[in-house]
């Protein structure tokens, strides 16, 4: 077993209990539901409720934490019930291929990294080829077996369709349990499991609570909040959902407190809104520019001091300083990646600035692209980064193949929570394995323009629709002709 931090508290019986459970609820799910469905249920479920922090250490490969055992028992349950599935979506080919570049970074970053580094009294090991295998294998389970899977399960239409209700029911679920903590203290991952997963005081926020529920931070609760109040929005304009439903998660949105949400609800949520037709270049620009976001980063494009002073207008100056305090450091990170651009420093925190007499660790790591960016080099942020917008380009290469309307609105409705995720990783970090998640549906579903499987009409679903299909294949009713016979319709 691992040695990870906990808060306020150590793992109880009932945090072992949900990890030997969850198969058995996941084999449960395939049993009674269709593969597709069951494993969206399973892979969200999985993230959402099961316990943060707790690892596995099993010998020679990586710690094994919930993201990565949900993905590795929905692939076994898939390669049970819907083998075919995965063989359809060619592993390793397609979308996926760019992942392999960042495999490659693996072992180019090992093969440079060949000095420990000694600042003061702390050694920091020279890489080796096993650094290389350990980095592909936590790099597998935790960011490309959830894209495959995702694509595996979306390959239609209206399998998109199905996995934007799924999605949505589950975030209207935890949207309850944001409520309860923002009124009561997040409380419920140490209720249940025994302990917090984060330290207590990153909760509190503008004289109230920042709900965590059961995942590693409230900014990753928020953004899923975020997303589900898009889809909602989504189906309201499909007819599916009332108005009423995507304000309740506006306000579950708002009580989330997250600053960077709240800024991307403002802008985006109108737009989606009272906009009629779809627009698949927003998801575009995302996409773009969170791959060229170190370029322009590095060459002093991105203007933060503008930046800055807008966030003190609008949230304040604590969050401003906090802001700069963020650009500060990427400052002397970036300078730090410089130095070995391409295939960067590796683990070991040797990508970090310490004091060369000391050793004190200086800097403060925030957004996942600069983490990337310093241990992988341009080969590894690329490799991991392309996998998340590669679908946002192919799609807007496809959009005139997209005739149905409905279609189109799903469509550009996925993309937009898929660009916003990736884009969320430019200032915070990979909480979860969400957004190669969303990426990897969308993949799947883009896949299907232009082919046969693009024309399935979408399936009415709901009440009236089941009472015109029972209508449709009743008996037809006799007819009376003359003189009050009977006679055949």
Not at 80 to 104: H, M
Not at 396 to 408: A, M, P, T
Not at 460 to 488: D, E, F, H, I, Y
């Amino acid at each position: 077993m691992a040695a990870p931090m906990f808060w306020d508290g150590a793992p109880n019986v009932l945090a072992y209990l949900a990890f030997l459970a969850f198969p058995v609820v996941i084999v449960v799910l395939f049993t009674r539901m269709r593969p597709h469905i069951a494993a969206a249920y399973s892979l969200l479920g999985g993230v959402l409720f099961l316990p943060e922090v707790l690892e596995f250490d099993l010998p020679v490969i990586p710690p094994l934490n919930k993201g990565t055992i949900t993905a590795f028992c929905v692939l076994l349950a898939m390669m049970w019930k819907a083998p075919q599935r995965l063989s359809a979506a060619r592993a390793f080919r397609g979308f996926d291929f760019v992942f392999v570049l960042a495999l490659f970074g693996n072992v180019m970053t090992s093969i440079t990294n060949g000095d420990a580094i000694v600042t003061g009294p702390v050694v920091r090991p020279a890489l080796s080829l096993y650094d290389a295998f350990a980095g592909s294998v936590k790099d597998t389970l935790g960011i490309w077996l959830p894209y495959f899977l995702a694509r595996s399960i979306c390959r239609t239409p209206e399998e998109l369709a199905e996995l934007v209700r799924i999605t949505l029911r589950m975030a209207i679920a935890y949207s309850f349990f944001c409520l309860f903590e923002a009124r009561f203290s997040p409380q419920l991952h140490r209720w249940v499991y025994g302990y917090h997963a984060a330290d207590f005081s990153m909760t509190l926020r503008g004289g109230g609570y920042r709900p965590t529920v059961f995942m590693l931070h409230g900014l990753a609760v928020a953004n899923f909040v975020l997303s589900g109040t898009m889809l909602s929005i989504t189906q309201w304009k499909l007819g599916k959902t009332k108005a009423r439903l995507a304000a309740y998660l506006a306000v579950a949105l708002a009580l989330c407190r997250s600053s960077g949400a709240l800024v991307y609800a403002v802008f985006f949520l109108p737009l989606m809104a009272f906009v009629k037709k779809p627009r698949f270049v927003l998801p575009l620009i995302l996409g773009v520019l969170v791959l060229t976001f170190p370029i322009l980063r590095g060459t002093g494009t991105v203007p933060t001091e503008w930046i800055v002073e807008k966030m003190e207008a609008v949230f304040g100056e604590e969050r401003a300083l906090s802001l700069w305090f963020r650009f500060d450091n990427e400052d002397t990170l970036l300078e730090r990646a410089r130095e070995r651009i391409w295939f960067g420093w590796g683990g070991y925190d040797r990508n970090r600035v310490f004091d060369p007499v000391t050793g004190e660790d200086m800097v403060i790591t925030d957004g996942d692209w600069m983490i990337q960016l310093g241990v992988g080099g341009a080969v590894g942020f690329v490799g991991r980064y392309a996998l998340l917008v590669l679908p946002l380009f192919v799609l807007y290469r496809k959009r005139k193949q997209i005739r149905d309307r409905k279609q189109q609105l799903l469509y550009a409705g996925w993309a937009m929570i898929a660009g916003l995720n990736a884009l969320e990783l430019l200032p915070n970090g990979l909480f979860s394995w969400l957004p190669y998640f969303y990426s990897g549906v969308l993949a799947g579903a883009v896949s299907a323009i232009g082919t046969a499987r693009a024309v399935i009409p979408l399936r009415p679903r709901g009440p009236a629709a089941r009472a015109q299909q029972r209508a449709s294949l009743a008996p037809p009713m006799p007819k009376q002709g003359r003189g009050g016979r009977v006679v055949a319709a």
